[in-house]
């Protein structure tokens, strides 16, 4: 889905104070303007395949593997950091994760 990033990025800059380590599918090119224009600066400074394990029925692969990123995310000195109000609809959280 197209954005779904939002919420969690606007959530991760609300709460940061300094800096914000964001892990991200390797394929996004998204993430270095949102924080340039969110007052941040982004260094991109890993990359990894990850193994995904099977997690739903209708899965048949027992695991898969994707690309992932990670960026390290600096508070820009000088920018002001917008106030927001992050509503308890704006995350998804599911209980049912198996990296917990």
């Keep these: 889905r197209k954005f779904a990033d939002r919420p969690f990025l606007?959530?991760?800059?609300?709460?940061?104070?300094?800096?914000?380590?964001?892990?991200h599918s390797a394929g996004v090119r998204h993430v270095e303007p949102w924080s340039r224009d969110a007052g941040w600066h982004a260094s991109r400074w890993?990359?990894?395949?990850?193994t995904l394990p099977n997690s739903y029925a209708h899965q048949r692969k027992i695991r898969v593997y994707t690309d992932a990123a990670m960026w390290w995310l600096q508070k820009r000195r000088g920018?002001?950091?917008?106030r927001q109000?992050?509503?308890?609809?704006?995350?998804?959280v599911s209980s049912r994760s198996r990296w917990a």
């Design 10 to 23: 606007k959530a991760a800059v609300s709460l940061a104070r300094h800096s914000i380590h964001l892990m």
């Design 46 to 50: 890993l990359e990894a395949e990850l």
């Design 79 to 82: 920018a002001v950091k917008p």
């Design 85 to 92: 109000r992050l509503a308890r609809s704006d995350f998804v």
